[in-house]
């Protein structure tokens, strides 16, 4: 699933978009994973005024005080060009330059939402995100207050959303390894130290995918349609029984929360 560091790679790569009348529009008739709360054809003739990223989701403020809500789901590609009516294409505009953005989703586990902007902040995917990990509310205060009330895992519990945002299965897999500290260990045991090298090792895990255009490991791609290049630095993440690049130790693959963990249990205690 694509995660922060890929939904910002498209996000810049469709702000080319801006400013632009939007002349038509395409909707295939393959149900998505939610139905739109209003016609996307109200786009047609209107323009995009600004696009922002929350969490995974891109929200583009149209001209009509309207937002498109677009989330890529599992498999789910937004791409600037041409518009050859490919399978799985399930929505495209045109574009008064006749550039096309088109979302194609194979698992159609994504979707298009055209919603009335005074509903953004109430809209079911996005009222109960936790703050923005690369901004300063993703702080040592917050961190630690909200981890002291938690036993579960610190693996789990930076994946989930309403705790930080965007810190999917890769990048919390990095991050910990970063931070020399252990998927295993509960929550509420990490110290303000730790805490404090572990809102380091996000930020900067993040922000380097990022400058590296996000991770490909199936079938992410940018919205020119290029694959991510942070897959070629991942430390421990897919590297089971591999050397550990600090201790040649073997890397080890546990399972948690169905997902799976990769960690060094030499390094991350």
Not at 53 to 69: D, M, P, T
Not at 207 to 221: E, M, N, P, T, W
Not at 242 to 253: G, L, V
Request: hydrophobic content about 35%; glycine content about 6%.
């Amino acid at each position: 699933m694509p995660e922060l560091p890929e939904v910002e790679t498209v996000k810049r790569g469709i702000e080319i978009l801006n400013n632009l009348q939007i002349k038509s529009v395409f909707r295939s008739d393959k149900k998505l994973r939610i139905n739109s709360q209003e016609s996307l054809y109200l786009l047609k003739q209107q323009k995009i005024n600004k696009i922002k990223r929350r969490a995974r989701y891109l929200i583009c403020e149209i001209s009509n005080n309207k937002s498109l809500i677009i989330h890529l789901g599992m498999s789910g590609k937004l791409t600037v060009g041409k518009f050859s009516h490919k399978k799985h294409d399930h929505f495209a505009c045109e574009f008064e330059d006749k550039t096309w953005l088109v979302f194609n989703d194979a698992r159609r586990f994504g979707f298009i939402d055209l919603v009335d902007n005074s509903n953004i902040d109430n809209h079911q995917f996005l009222k109960k995100l936790g703050p923005e990990p690369l901004l300063d509310d993703f702080n040592l205060k917050y961190f630690a207050n909200k981890l002291k009330n938690k036993s579960m895992n610190i693996k789990t519990a930076l994946m989930d959303n309403s705790l930080v945002v965007g810190v999917g299965n890769i990048y919390a897999n990095e991050s910990l390894f970063d931070s020399n500290i252990s998927p295993l260990c509960p929550s509420n045991k990490i110290s303000e130290k730790q805490a404090l090298k572990l809102i380091s090792s996000i930020k900067k895990t993040l922000q380097k995918a990022i400058d590296l255009g996000g991770s490909s490991i199936s079938d992410y791609v940018n919205a020119t349609g290029e694959f991510g290049g942070y897959q070629s630095n991942f430390r421990v993440y897919g590297r089971e029984n591999e050397k550990c690049f600090n201790c040649n130790d073997s890397i080890k693959r546990i399972v948690q929360n169905g997902r799976s963990t990769f960690f060094c249990p030499k390094c991350q205690k």
